[in-house]
């Protein structure tokens, strides 16, 4: 499990054309976008889990 296959999941839940958006505008926000290393490590492990020719974009929230 983990945060990356719970958003995945999330995901795959949507019609096939939101879930394409969805995947490049993922936005990451809490006290948990604040840890270090977080953004890039959750990037590169939705991005092996994304569908091809998705690629993944998370952006902290302002103020995050």
């Known amino acids: 499990g983990g945060l990356h296959v719970e958003v995945a999941k999330a995901l ?3 019609p096939p ?4 958006a969805a995947w490049r505008n993922i936005t990451l926000t809490g006290s948990v976008a604040q840890l270090p290393g977080l953004l890039p490590r959750l990037t590169r492990e939705l991005q092996a889990l994304a ?3 998705i690629t993944v974009t998370i ?3 302002p103020g995050a």
């Open 51 to 53: 569908p091809p020719g």
């Open 59 to 61: 952006t902290p929230a």
């Open 17 to 20: 054309d939101l879930a394409a």
């Open 12 to 14: 795959a839940t949507l």
